[in-house]
């Protein structure tokens, strides 16, 4: 049970150490910069070595400190947890406040201020003008089943509600009377423009889009301290209760 036990614990260390590198060197998003989540990558990224020394420390400490270094783990892995389950938007652990929750990144693009830096580093970056390149060729009806990301979909094209005909994947023609513009839910077709540097930057459609992107990632970095605080939780309270039960028989 013991050599067994040991096994899964330094696969689950592995694992933590794997992470902790990928997050270092991970590429940031375009435009994340902005908004300074590249730090929080490289401290979850420390974070998650700490967490794999302090796991290791309570295993060494098992014998003759059982209870101080099963509190000990216990600290780093509950926050780990919590940050995780936070980065996933679980139930009110999300805040405005609190860095990369779906909360933060839609107060973040609420402002406008914060918006237009944003909105320029999506133009600066070509990618509208890149999917013209791969668009070329493309007829209406394949450029509407062609998969677009969130950014080009939000911010390169209008809304498909605007009922505008295509004659290219960032130049349409409304279409008299489709939609009242007038109305809030087509507020984002009286806001585009064919002109190249305004497209539908300045849509809600865009920044949704781009916190689309954004939540995406973080999501998938909430999933993966949620699944490692918990394998880690469950295996230093099996490490415990059979330290505990050495100890009394």
């Known amino acids: 049970?013991?050599?067994?036990?040991?096994?899964?614990?330094?696969?689950?260390?592995?694992?933590?150490?794997?992470?902790?590198?990928?997050?270092l060197y991970m590429k940031d998003y375009d435009c994340e910069k902005l908004l300074r989540l590249p730090r929080l990558q490289i401290g979850i990224g420390i974070g998650l070595i700490?967490?794999?020394?302090?796991?290791?420390?309570?295993?060494?400490?098992?014998?003759?400190?059982?209870?101080?270094g099963f509190f000990l783990v216990m600290v780093p892995l509950i926050v780990m947890l919590t940050m995780g389950l936070a980065l996933v938007g679980a139930n009110k652990l999300e805040s405005r406040r609190l860095m990369a929750t779906p909360n933060w990144f839609r107060e973040k693009v609420r402002h406008n201020e914060n918006w237009e830096n944003i909105k320029s580093c999506i133009y600066s970056t070509g990618t509208c003008d890149d999917l013209?390149?791969?668009?070329?060729?493309?007829?209406?009806?394949?450029?509407?089943?062609?998969?677009?990301?969130?950014?080009?979909?939000?911010?390169?094209?209008?809304?498909?509600?605007?009922?505008?005909e295509y004659v290219n994947a960032t130049f349409w023609t409304k279409v008299e009377g489709a939609v009242d513009e007038s109305q809030q839910r087509y507020r984002d077709c009286a806001t585009w423009q064919n002109d190249q540097s305004i497209l539908c930057y300045n849509?809600?459609?865009?920044?949704?889009?781009?916190?689309?992107?954004?939540?995406?990632?973080?999501?998938n970095l909430g999933v993966l301290l949620i699944l490692m605080g918990l394998l880690l939780i469950i295996a230093h309270i099996l490490l415990f209760v059979m330290v505990m039960w050495e100890h009394y028989n």
Request: hydrophobic share 45%.
């Open 1 to 23: 049970m013991q050599a067994y036990y040991q096994l899964s614990r330094f696969v689950l260390s592995v694992l933590i150490l794997a992470s902790a590198i990928w997050l």
């Open 50 to 68: 700490f967490v794999s020394l302090i796991s290791s420390i309570a295993v060494l400490l098992r014998s003759r400190f059982p209870v101080p």
């Open 132 to 164: 013209v390149s791969r668009s070329l060729n493309l007829k209406a009806f394949d450029f509407s089943i062609k998969k677009l990301s969130s950014i080009e979909d939000g911010c390169c094209k209008p809304p498909s509600i605007c009922q505008m």
């Open 203 to 219: 849509c809600g459609s865009c920044r949704h889009g781009f916190v689309r992107v954004m939540e995406s990632k973080w999501r």
